[in-house]
C-alpha cells in the first residue's frame, strides 16, 4: 500500500478520533477542571507502564516481523503464537499484580487512596486491552489496513461516550475508570473484524513459544521496556515538579496543551507509525531508504509545520473553544511547544528507521539520554522562565535529538550501503 493510500485511509481514522479527543477535552475541562487533567495526565502515564509491561513490549516486534514474513505464512503464525502466549500469560499476572496492589499505586500515580477502585477496574479488562493491541500489531503488519481504520474508529467512538457519561455522572472518578477502561472495549470490535479476514484463526495466536522468535521480539521488548520506563517517569517528574513549583493548576494547563498537540499532530505520527514501521522493515537497500525519508519531509514536515503555525495563530480561540476561560494562561506556552511540535515531528521520521531496522541499543541509548535531558533541561529554564520554561525545554530537547538521528542515521545508511 503506497504511502499517499496509507496517509487517506489512516487520515479518516485519525480526523474522527481527533474529532471525539476535543470532545472529550471540552468535558473534562468542565468537569474536572486544570487540577483534573494533571491527575489523568498522572493516570495516563501509569496505563502506559503498566500497558507495555503486561503485554511484554512486543508489539513493535510483531508488526516488524509480520511485514517482513509477507511471504512466508507459517513464520508469520509463529510470531503471533510466539506474542500472543507472552501477551495472555503477561497480561494475567500483571492484572492480578495491579488488583491487589491498587491502593499502592494510587498513592504512588495520584497521591490519593481513594483512587483505589480505577485501578480495580484497569486490571479487570487488561487483558482485554492487550489482545486489541496485539490484533492492531498484525493488522498494521498484515498492510490490513481498512480493519486497522474501522478498528479505531471503534475505539475512538468507545472512548467518546464511555468517556462522556462518566465524567458527567462521576467527575474525576469516572473520568479516570474510563480511561481505565474504554479502550478494552474496542478488542471485541477488533476480534470481529480479524475473524472474517483469510489469515486468522485462533489457534495461530495461543500454543507453544518459539525460542528464536522470542529473542528477536525481546529486541523490541528492550526498547519498549527503556522507552516505557523513560517518558512516563519523565513526565512525572517534570508534572510533580510544575505542580510543587507553580501549583496543580499549572501543571494542568501544561497537560491540557501537551494533549493539545498530541490531537493535532496524530495523523502525523498515526501515519508514521502504520506507514514507516513496517515499510522501513521492508527495504533493503540504502537509496530506497533515502527515499522514503525524502518523502516524509516534503510531505509531513511541511503539513506539521503550517498545522503549528494555524494553532498558534488562533491559541485563544482554540482553548475558549476546547477548554474554558480558566485555561487561557496556557496560551502562554503555545510559541515554543509549537516549535518543539515541529522538531519532534523531524526527528521522528529519521527515529522510525531505529524501529524498522531493530537498532535496540541506540534506541535505548538516546531514550534515556534525551528522557534525561528534558527532565533537567525542564528544571533548569522553569528556574529562569517560570512555566513557559518547560516548553522552552521541550523544543530545545528535540532540536537536539533531530541534530544526533541525523548523524546517527547517516551512519547505519552508509553501512547499509
Known amino acids: 500500500m503506497t504511502f499517499f493510500k496509507t496517509s487517506l485511509l489512516n487520515g479518516i481514522a485519525v480526523v474522527v478520533r481527533m474529532v471525539t479527543l476535543l470532545c472529550i477535552n471540552k468535558i473534562l475541562a468542565v468537569y474536572v477542571g486544570p487540577a483534573g487533567y494533571a491527575a489523568l495526565g498522572q493516570f495516563q502515564n501509569a496505563v502506559q507502564m503498566i500497558t507495555t509491561f503486561a503485554s511484554g513490549a512486543i508489539n513493535a516486534g510483531v508488526t516488524k516481523y509480520t511485514a517482513e514474513y509477507h511471504e512466508d505464512e507459517e513464520r508469520q503464525r509463529t510470531v503471533w503464537r510466539t506474542a500472543g502466549s507472552i501477551s495472555l500469560i503477561g497480561a494475567l499476572v500483571t492484572g492480578v499484580l495491579v488488583s491487589v496492589f491498587n491502593e499502592r499505586l494510587s498513592l504512588l500515580f495520584l497521591?490519593?487512596?481513594?483512587?483505589?477502585?480505577?485501578?480495580?477496574?484497569?486490571?479487570?479488562?487488561?487483558?482485554?486491552?492487550?489482545?486489541?493491541?496485539?490484533?492492531?500489531?498484525?493488522?498494521?503488519?498484515?498492510?490490513?489496513?481498512?480493519?486497522?481504520?474501522?478498528?479505531?474508529?471503534?475505539?475512538?467512538?468507545?472512548?467518546?461516550?464511555?468517556?462522556?457519561?462518566?465524567?458527567?455522572?462521576?467527575?474525576?472518578?469516572?473520568?479516570?475508570?474510563?480511561?481505565?477502561?474504554?479502550?478494552?472495549?474496542?478488542?471485541?470490535?477488533?476480534?470481529?473484524?480479524?475473524?472474517?479476514?483469510?489469515?486468522?484463526?485462533?489457534?495461530?495466536?495461543?500454543?507453544?513459544?518459539?525460542?528464536?522468535?522470542?529473542?528477536?521480539?525481546?529486541?523490541?521488548?528492550?526498547?519498549?521496556?527503556?522507552?516505557?520506563?523513560?517518558?512516563?517517569?519523565?513526565?512525572?517528574?517534570?508534572?510533580?515538579?510544575?505542580?510543587?513549583?507553580?501549583?496543580?493548576?499549572?501543571?494542568?494547563?501544561?497537560?491540557?496543551?501537551?494533549?493539545?498537540?498530541?490531537?493535532?499532530?496524530?495523523?502525523?505520527?498515526?501515519?508514521?507509525?502504520?506507514?514507516?514501521?513496517?515499510?522501513?522493515?521492508?527495504?533493503?537497500?540504502?537509496?530506497?531508504?533515502?527515499?522514503?525519508?525524502?518523502?516524509?519531509?516534503?510531505?509531513?514536515?511541511?503539513?506539521?509545520?503550517?498545522?503549528?503555525?494555524?494553532?498558534?495563530?488562533?491559541?485563544?480561540?482554540?482553548?475558549?473553544?476546547?477548554?474554558?476561560?480558566?485555561?487561557l494562561p496556557m496560551t502562554d506556552l503555545f510559541a515554543w511547544q509549537m516549535l518543539g511540535d515541529t522538531l519532534k515531528i523531524g526527528s521522528w521520521i529519521m527515529a522510525y528507521l531505529m524501529l524498522g531496522k531493530a537498532m535496540f541499543k541506540l534506541f535505548m541509548v538516546t531514550e534515556i539520554v534525551f528522557s534525561v535531558s528534558f527532565v533537567i533541561l525542564s528544571w533548569l529554564f522553569t528556574k529562569g522562565f517560570g512555566l513557559q520554561g518547560v516548553t522552552i525545554a521541550y523544543a530545545i530537547n528535540y532540536a537536539a535529538y533531530w541534530v544526533v538521528m541525523g548523524v546517527c542515521m547517516s551512519r547505519e545508511l552508509k553501512k547499509v550501503e
Not at 117 to 143: R, Y
Not at 178 to 207: D, E, N
Request: proline residues 3%; contains cysteine.
Open 111 to 327: 497521591n490519593d487512596r481513594a483512587f483505589g477502585g480505577v485501578f480495580v477496574w484497569f486490571s479487570a479488562t487488561l487483558v482485554l486491552f492487550i489482545l486489541n493491541t496485539l490484533l492492531l500489531a498484525v493488522l498494521n503488519g498484515k498492510k490490513e489496513i481498512p480493519r486497522y481504520v474501522i478498528s479505531n474508529i471503534a475505539g475512538s467512538l468507545f472512548a467518546l461516550a464511555v468517556t462522556t457519561y462518566m465524567a458527567i455522572m462521576w467527575g474525576l472518578y469516572g473520568a479516570l475508570v474510563a480511561l481505565a477502561v474504554y479502550q478494552s472495549l474496542s478488542f471485541f470490535v477488533t476480534l470481529f473484524l480479524c475473524h472474517s479476514a483469510p489469515w486468522f484463526k485462533i489457534r495461530y495466536f495461543i500454543g507453544r513459544i518459539d525460542p528464536g522468535v522470542a529473542r528477536n521480539l525481546a529486541k523490541y521488548t528492550a526498547m519498549s521496556l527503556t522507552s516505557v520506563a523513560c517518558v512516563p517517569v519523565s513526565q512525572i517528574l517534570v508534572r510533580n515538579h510544575l505542580g510543587q513549583s507553580f501549583g496543580w493548576e499549572a501543571a494542568g494547563y501544561w497537560e491540557a496543551l501537551t494533549r493539545l498537540s498530541g490531537a493535532y499532530l496524530m495523523l502525523i505520527t498515526t501515519t508514521l507509525s502504520v506507514y514507516y514501521l513496517p515499510r522501513f522493515s521492508e527495504l533493503k537497500k540504502a537509496e530506497d531508504i533515502r527515499a522514503e525519508i525524502s518523502r516524509g519531509y516534503k510531505v509531513i514536515l511541511p503539513l506539521t509545520a503550517a498545522g503549528a503555525l494555524i494553532i498558534y495563530l488562533f491559541r485563544d480561540m482554540i482553548v475558549k473553544l476546547l477548554f474554558t476561560p480558566e485555561f
